[in-house]
């Protein structure tokens, strides 16, 4: 009897790869469909008007997931079942732990390809180049003080011999009193305006009429800043993945619908019991007709949309109150704790209240900075609950002291009685992994971006608590959408001063928009959600090393190819008129370019704009102040309802969208377990998760339509969950 003809139960296991319990089957698989959403994912954005990903629980990656498991892993065991077992069909079918592989390496690709990494890389790199006029002083204010090795200002030929070289063609654009218009390089404005004589090409002989060598030096220079943020946050999570997972036994509300989805995948027959709920499927009847019809009412005028969103201006015009019913949001919300919900939406419409009425009060603390788009946002909020992020990722480090400790006996030589075999680098590793990091991360700002050491120092510091408070949100308080409540650039510039910065230092905050801009989407959430899947399939956390290693290589080289090639053939600022922008336009504009006097002001005295306030600093140390008061009322008394989770990313832009849902998805949650208690909060979860599952997998299909419409019928995309 031949192999391909033994029974299932009896065909031998496929040889574990690279050891730990990786098989072949399933890194192909993972490396198979990370290629697809790294290419997809800029193309569906740019093109399509969608987002695939775009928070910390991606629509790519839940699409996806759901194909994997529903269509094509159950598909293959039925095949293989209806000829007697043992088949091709059976060989090809995913085990339950090869299917978390699969969506682990998605999720960790999708942390790049748009709003994470690539599109807004591309788009802050070339910038100061695009956006640079003879009016608004970019080439004395910007252009100066840039480092032309991380800039793709190189000029070829035809031919490919180099005509001018990046230093040479940015001190002519920061030298020239006129015309710096004229001087953006060719490869630059095409990117943003698409290529000349395009039309009418065959996909390959685009590809090779795209400028590609320019942009060789600066990427290869800029991935070891990348690659150490990326390690720098590897490290962090595998250090506080014990505490996190064995000892505070946080929920990771975000991954528990992937995880209900595995179940059973390894049965040799018969469909899921996840899939048979009729709960389930309820649940995701209700977004998938609410986004089917709404994208009908998008192209067929007699269709009227139904709409899910009301706004309201309150207060003399200084409240915005927005109530969407975001189902999604609502079921993620019945995962979380109880307080946790609560504080999450009470703290947003306090923090409303309180920015309002410092509003109607007439109390001035400057301008707003960039990207709040809250009515009601106050300076003196924003930096309260940005002090409470910052005291949030240190009480982090200290509640995972012990953890710690064990980790740095182990990297000193001790901690012989420390089993640190099943995390995903060893102690010691992530130990000094971490420290080499970020001292990579402050040497590449000060040699490339010009900082000085000590606001290198600083910016890493403040950037890595920012993003391990954020990354523990998510973690336990399971909020797919997290912004911070002001950007870390904003908050360093405004409570030191830029006279206090100085050029070069805001110039190096504005070349950080790269890595910590806008956190939605960020990889080291990736991370630690991939943690707590490899744990519920018992796969080897020392794996997740060569996952994580493969879907950010494959992300970044795809992603990379993905956005150029779109750019370049139909027009970065024609696609996508926010990243190639705003985005790369406010990075340079707000932060440095408005808080950098001309010559002719600095020789006047005059100041470019608002400098520091004593009374952003007061805000900043009162919300770190109160948040400490909130987690010592949690600790100390049992009755208290709030949790302290809840305050800091209160104000955050993405709240304003999100409170009414998780307000909803509290009360609901709170009447269950009252009158139903935890067997009825139990029996009804598939319900909640059809509502996350029926959303994401209905817009993923309506993208899939848009990608047909758009390519080759030349229809139009549009946005259907963001």
Not at 136 to 155: A, G, Q, R, T, Y
Not at 270 to 285: C, N
Not at 648 to 659: G, T
Request: proline share 5%; with cysteine.
């Amino acid at each position: 009897m031949t192999q391909s003809a033994l029974p299932a139960s009896q065909a031998p296991p496929l040889k574990e790869f690279l050891l730990h319990g990786l098989t072949a089957r399933g890194l192909i698989y993972g490396t198979l469909f990370s290629i697809v959403m790294a290419l997809a994912d800029p193309y569906i954005y740019m093109v399509c008007s969608g987002l695939l990903a775009a928070n910390a629980t991606p629509v790519g990656a839940v699409f996806i997931f759901a194909i994997a498991v529903f269509v094509f892993n159950m598909g293959l065991r039925g095949l293989d079942n209806l000829f007697g077992g043992g088949t091709l069909f059976g060989v090809l079918k995913m085990s339950s732990s090869e299917l978390v592989v699969v969506y682990i390496m998605v999720l960790v690709t999708l942390a790049i390809p748009t709003l994470g990494f690539t599109e807004s890389f591309i788009a802050v790199l070339t910038g100061p180049a695009h956006f640079a006029t003879d009016t608004n002083n970019w080439n004395e204010k910007v252009l100066p003080h840039l480092n032309p090795d991380i800039l793709p200002f190189d000029v070829y030929d035809e031919k490919g011999n180099l005509v001018e070289n990046s230093t040479v063609r940015l001190r002519r654009m920061a030298t020239a009193e006129k015309g710096v218009q004229d001087l953006e390089p060719n490869h630059i404005k095409w990117l943003y305006e698409g290529m000349p004589d395009i039309e009418g090409k065959s996909f390959t002989q685009r590809v090779r009429m795209i400028p590609w060598r320019p942009w060789l030096k600066p990427f290869a220079i800029w991935m070891v800043m990348i690659f150490a943020v990326y390690f720098a946050c590897l490290c962090l999570v595998s250090l506080l993945r014990r505490q996190w997972i064995e000892r505070e036994r946080l929920q990771y509300p975000l991954v528990q619908l992937p995880m209900a989805m595995v179940e059973e995948a390894d049965a040799p027959k018969g469909i899921p019991a996840f899939f048979r709920s009729k709960l389930l499927w309820a649940g995701f009847a209700v977004p998938a007709f609410l986004v089917t019809w709404n994208q009908l009412a998008h192209f067929y005028q007699l269709i009227p949309a139904i709409q899910t969103t009301r706004e309201y201006t309150v207060l003399s015009n200084s409240m915005n109150v927005s109530f969407a019913l975001d189902l999604p949001i609502i079921g993620f919300t019945y995962l979380i704790k109880l307080d946790v919900a609560l504080s999450l939406w009470f703290f947003c419409i306090v923090g409303g209240l309180v920015g309002a009425a410092f509003s109607n009060l007439g109390i001035k603390a400057g301008s707003n900075d960039m990207w709040l788009w809250r009515g009601q946002t106050h300076p003196w909020t924003t930096h309260a609950c940005f002090g409470a992020v910052l005291v949030l990722g240190l009480m982090t480090l200290w509640s995972a002291r012990r953890s710690l400790g064990a980790a740095a006996r182990k990297a000193f030589g001790g901690g012989r009685d420390v089993d640190d075999s099943n995390e995903i680098v060893p102690h010691k590793v992530a130990f000094w992994g971490l420290f080499i990091a970020l001292g990579i991360m402050v040497a590449w700002m000060c040699r490339y971006t010009g900082m000085d050491p000590g606001w290198a120092i600083v910016t890493v510091i403040v950037s890595m608590l920012g993003l391990l408070a954020a990354t523990r949100l998510i973690a336990e308080g399971g909020l797919v959408f997290v912004q911070f409540p002001m950007m870390v650039q904003s908050f360093l510039f405004r409570t030191a001063g830029q006279s206090t910065l100085g050029p070069a230092n805001l110039l190096g905050l504005s070349w950080t928009g790269v890595w910590v801009g806008d956190i939605r989407v960020i990889m080291m959430p990736a991370f630690a959600n991939s943690t707590r899947l490899a744990d519920h399939v018992k796969l080897r956390q020392r794996s997740l090393l060569w996952l994580f290693a493969i879907a950010i290589v494959v992300g970044i080289a795809a992603s990379t190819f993905s956005v150029l090639y779109v750019g370049y053939t139909r027009g970065g600022e024609k696609t996508d008129s926010w990243i190639f922008g705003a985005v790369g336009k406010d990075w340079f504009g707000s932060i440095a370019a408005e808080n950098i006097p001309t010559t002719e002001q600095a020789r006047q005295g005059q100041r470019a704009g608002d400098e520091y306030s004593v009374s952003r600093v007061w805000a900043s140390g009162a919300g770190a102040a109160f948040f400490i008061f909130l987690a010592v009322m949690r600790a100390r008394f049992l009755w208290w309802p709030f949790h302290p989770l809840g305050f800091p990313f209160a104000v955050m832009p993405a709240m304003d969208r999100m409170w009414f849902a998780v307000a909803v998805g509290w009360a609901v949650k709170a009447v269950i377990l009252r009158y139903g208690g935890a067997v009825l909060f139990r029996k009804l979860k598939p319900f909640f998760f059809g509502l996350i599952l029926g959303e994401f997998v209905t817009a993923g299909l309506w993208y899939v339509f848009y990608f047909v419409s758009v390519t080759w019928f030349h229809g139009t995309g549009n946005c259907i969950y963001d």
